[in-house]
C-alpha cells in the first residue's frame, strides 16, 4: 500500500503542476486543503496533508476516508478503483498466488520480515516513479497552440509532437483543472478545443500522468462579455441585454424571458474584460469598482458575488456575501487561498441594498482589500511577476456593476461606466 500510495501523490504533484513536493511551504498544503475541499467536498486539514507528503514524522497509515479523498481529487472514483486501475498483472498474479497460500503458513510468518519488506516495496516504489519521470526526455515534445478569433466561444488549434510516448495515453489539457483533460493520439499532431469562457490559462500536454510541455494561453474577449452559467454552454448576452450608459446590468425580467429559472437554485451571471487593456503589474497598481448584488430570492439568500482580476498566472477573486454567510467565502490573491472557515473574513460581508464600494491596491510586500473603505484584509505580494489582464464580475441571480477604475503607478489604465 505504500509504494500505491506513492504512486497517487506523484499524479497529484504532477496534475498540480507546484513543482516538486519536498520545496512546498506551508501555504501550498493550506492551498491543497482547500482545493481538494472544493473539488471532494471533504476538509483534509494543511497537517494530516503534511503528514501524508512524509513532513511531519507519523507512524500511521492514513485512514480509509483520506485514501478515498485523494483518489477523488485526482479523478478516480475510490481507493480500491486507484490501485484496480494502477495494479500491473504481474503484481495481479503475485497477489492471487499469497491468496493461494494455506492459512497456518500465513499465521507463521514474521511480522517484521513483513514490516521490512513493506518498506523495501515502498522504498522501489517510489524509485520505479522517480526513474519514470526521469526517463521522459522533455526535449522529444513539442506543443504550441493558436487562437482562431478574439472572441467567445473561441476554438484553439493546439500543435504538438508526441511520437516519442511509449505510451497511448497523450493528454491535452486546457487549463490547470484535470477534469479539462482530453486524450489524443500521439500519432497525429493538432487537436481542436473549444473555451466558451475566457481567461489566462496554462495549456499542458501530458504522457500518462507527467505534463512533458506547457504554455500560457490568453483568451480575450471582443469587449465586454456576459454570459449566464450553464452547463456545458453558457448563455451569451447581446451588448444591449446588459450594458447601459453607466451601468452594466442585466434584469431579472430578462433572464426569465430567456427561459432560464431562477429557482430552486438561482442563476450565475457574469461579466467579462480580458485582453482588451496594457497588462498591470500587481506590485504597482490600483483597482475600484462599485457592485450590487440584485437578487435574494429563495436559495440566494446569501447574495455571493465576486470581483476578479484576472492575471497572467493566479486570480484575485474578492468575494462578496451578507454578512451572515462569510463562512463560506474564499478569497484568492494570486497564489494564496485565503478560506472563510479558517480567516476572519468578515470584512467582506455587505448590505447589497446599497451599492458597495470595492478597492485593492498594492502596499509594498503586501496586497490591501478594501470594502466600504475599510480595510478587509491584507495577503502577501507574489513571489514572482505577475500583471493583469482582465477582470470579471459574477452574481448569484444578478447584479450590477459601475466606476471601474484600473490604474498602474497612479495613472489610469482603463476605466468604464
Request: hydrophobic letters at 40%; glycine letters at 6%; one cysteine or more.
Amino acid at each position: 500500500m505504500l509504494s500505491e500510495l506513492g504512486n497517487l501523490l506523484s499524479i497529484i504533484e504532477q496534475q498540480l503542476d507546484w513543482g516538486d513536493a519536498s520545496g512546498w511551504q506551508g501555504r501550498d498544503f493550506e492551498n491543497l486543503n482547500q482545493l481538494i475541499f472544493e473539488k471532494t467536498k471533504v476538509s483534509l486539514s494543511a497537517s494530516t496533508l503534511r503528514r501524508i507528503w512524509g513532513r511531519v514524522e507519523y507512524k500511521h497509515l492514513p485512514s480509509g476516508t483520506t485514501l478515498d479523498t485523494l483518489a477523488r481529487f485526482a479523478d478516480y472514483k475510490t481507493w480500491r478503483d486507484f490501485v484496480k486501475q494502477n495494479t500491473k498483472p504481474d503484481e495481479e498474479a503475485e497477489k492471487e498466488t499469497s491468496a493461494s497460500l494455506k492459512p497456518e503458513i500465513k499465521q507463521r510468518t514474521n511480522i517484521k520480515v513483513v514490516f521490512i519488506a513493506a518498506i523495501i516495496i515502498a522504498i522501489w516504489g517510489i524509485y520505479i516513479v522517480n526513474k519514470t519521470r526521469r526517463s521522459i526526455n522533455f526535449n522529444n515534445y513539442s506543443f504550441s497552440s493558436q487562437r482562431l478569433a478574439k472572441g467567445i466561444p473561441n476554438s484553439v488549434i493546439f500543435n504538438y509532437d508526441a511520437t516519442a510516448s511509449s505510451t497511448d495515453s497523450v493528454y491535452i489539457q486546457q487549463s490547470w483543472d484535470p477534469r479539462t483533460k482530453t486524450l489524443v493520439s500521439k500519432g497525429l499532431h493538432q487537436h481542436t478545443s473549444v473555451y466558451y469562457e475566457p481567461g489566462f490559462y496554462q495549456a499542458k500536454l501530458v504522457i500518462g500522468h507527467q505534463v512533458v510541455k506547457q504554455h500560457k494561453l490568453e483568451i480575450p474577449t471582443n469587449g465586454w462579455l456576459g454570459i449566464i452559467e450553464n452547463k456545458p454552454v453558457p448563455v451569451y448576452l447581446n451588448n444591449s441585454d446588459f450594458i447601459f450608459k453607466d451601468v452594466m446590468q442585466l434584469p431579472v425580467s430578462l433572464i426569465k424571458q430567456k427561459n432560464i429559472s431562477m429557482e430552486p437554485q438561482p442563476t450565475l451571471v457574469k461579466y467579462y474584460n480580458v485582453g482588451n487593456f496594457d497588462p498591470v503589474a500587481v506590485t504597482n497598481f490600483s483597482f475600484s469598482v462599485d457592485v450590487k448584488n440584485e437578487y435574494r430570492e429563495g436559495a440566494a439568500a446569501c447574495q455571493f458575488a465576486s470581483v476578479s482580476l484576472i492575471t497572467d498566472s493566479g486570480p484575485i477573486i474578492i468575494p462578496l456575501s451578507v454578512k451572515g454567510c462569510v463562512s463560506e467565502i474564499n478569497l484568492l490573491s494570486v497564489e494564496w487561498i485565503i478560506s472563510g472557515k479558517t480567516a476572519n473574513l468578515s470584512g467582506f460581508g455587505v448590505d447589497f441594498s446599497d451599492w458597495v464600494r470595492v478597492f485593492c491596491k498594492s502596499a509594498g510586500n503586501k496586497i490591501q482589500y478594501y470594502i466600504n473603505n475599510k480595510l478587509a484584509y491584507e495577503a502577501p505580494m507574489p513571489s514572482y511577476k505577475v500583471k493583469i489582464v482582465g477582470m470579471g464580475y459574477g452574481f448569484q441571480g444578478t447584479g450590477a456593476v459601475k466606476n471601474i477604475d484600473l490604474k498602474e503607478g497612479g495613472k489610469d489604465v482603463f476605466k468604464a461606466f
